[in-house]
């Protein structure tokens, strides 16, 4: 059995290793990076804004396909006139950087890159392949743990979820979403094994670091860790309070130290009117509006709720265990506050993550079911 695991691994290693650089030949330079790009630069020349936005565009210019570039800049048709502002106007540009410097732990793993002689694109593409090819590895060794006599369904399994169209598209762009996902696997991975709270919090604050728009799903999880450990000992655990003491701290201070615009002005300038300048004018729009554009997106959502809702069906049918339904509960509800916050309901990746760790659930519970579905040896 060891030497099965052994050849598994070496031959996952090398399909996710050829998959990363399938991926990277097939990167997308898409108008998010600007953001991150800017991001770094202003590490680099903190009272130079005219430098970083030419710097910035320059870089792109010298690695993108050129109807990739047009497209950033927003002179392909339709022409976008908030791409064209950000790309020719230092204010307008300096401006949107918030949205993304509020990243810090995906902006930092961009610094290192770049620090370790990467241009500028390459560093932010780069991560992306980078956690893609950890995160295969950290799949392959969470379904391992769930399937342990099992190595070729593990190994047929951890291909299968690589190769899923949103997981390589993550791959490819310029967003943090891949990055954050290591995390995730490790938040799962630690679910499964039982970690201590405190270890469970390490990946939380990490999370939280990473993308702090992660904060309902951590401040969540602490509640709901909390309450189902109060109706099992009644006692009240001192920790999970303290940790999400510590988790909102976090966020509000990244989110001040940066002068993050709130969740107002990114709702109104994603799904009602991309401003040009956010102090130009204010995001005013009405419940009516929000509802308008909740119910007109949710239509659009049938993927994700089809998905998502029959995992936590599968899940309930295959365990009677409370922990699991309330964590399947617990996965689905945060998709939901997810498109409460962001109704990007085309943009699969934003709730990819949510649905790799349903997926990850499912699995464990169906092990447990049918036993790891156990190899035998033939007679």
């Not at 598994?8 to 399938?22: D, M, N, R």
């Not at 509640?223 to 001192?238: D, Q």
């Not at 001040?256 to 005013?284: A, C, M, Q, V």
């Not at 934003?350 to 040896?377: C, D, E, M, P, T």
């Amino acid at each position: 059995m060891k030497t099965g695991w052994r050849i598994s691994f070496f031959f996952i290693t090398i399909i996710i290793a050829v998959l990363s650089f399938w991926n990277y030949k097939n990167r997308i330079y898409d108008w998010d990076m600007p953001g991150y790009i800017g991001s770094l630069y202003t590490l680099k020349f903190p009272d130079a804004p005219d430098t970083i936005r030419k710097l910035t565009y320059s870089e792109i210019q010298k690695k993108a396909p050129e109807d990739q570039f047009r497209d950033i800049l927003g002179i392909q048709k339709p022409a976008d006139n908030a791409r064209q502002a950000f790309a020719n106007n230092t204010r307008a540009f300096m401006e949107q950087l918030p949205y993304y410097q509020i990243k810090v732990g995906y902006n930092l793993g961009i610094l290192f890159l770049y620090q370790l002689g990467l241009s500028s694109p390459d560093a932010v593409l780069f991560l992306s392949i980078i956690s893609y090819f950890i995160s295969g590895l950290l799949l392959f060794y969470i379904i391992r743990i769930i399937f342990p006599e099992n190595y070729i369904l593990t190994g047929v399994l951890t291909i299968s979820i690589m190769l899923l169209p949103p997981m390589t598209f993550m791959a490819r762009v310029a967003t943090p979403d891949m990055f954050v996902l290591q995390f995730l696997l490790i938040f799962m991975m630690g679910i499964i094994q039982q970690w201590k709270k405190w270890t469970m919090f390490s990946v939380l604050f990490a999370i939280t670091f990473i993308r702090p728009d992660y904060i309902p799903f951590t401040l969540s999880y602490l509640a709901v860790a909390g309450i189902y450990g109060y109706l099992n000992n009644k006692k009240i655990e001192i920790a999970f309070i303290l940790q999400s003491i510590i988790l909102f701290t976090l966020y509000v201070s990244i989110t001040n130290f940066y002068g993050y615009p709130g969740w107002k002005h990114l709702f109104y300038d994603t799904f009602i009117y991309r401003r040009e300048f956010i102090s130009g004018s204010p995001p005013d729009f009405s419940i009516n509006d929000y509802l308008a554009i909740i119910f007109t997106k949710i239509i659009y959502f049938k993927k994700v709720t089809i998905t998502s809702v029959g995992l936590l069906i599968l899940t309930f049918y295959l365990s009677k265990d409370l922990w699991i339904r309330t964590l399947a509960v617990f996965f689905l509800i945060n998709i939901y506050i997810k498109f409460l916050f962001f109704p990007h309901s085309s943009g699969l990746r934003f709730f990819f993550g949510y649905i790799i760790l349903l997926i990850i659930l499912f699995l464990y519970v169906l092990s447990k079911k049918y036993n790891g579905f156990k190899l035998r040896k033939i007679a």
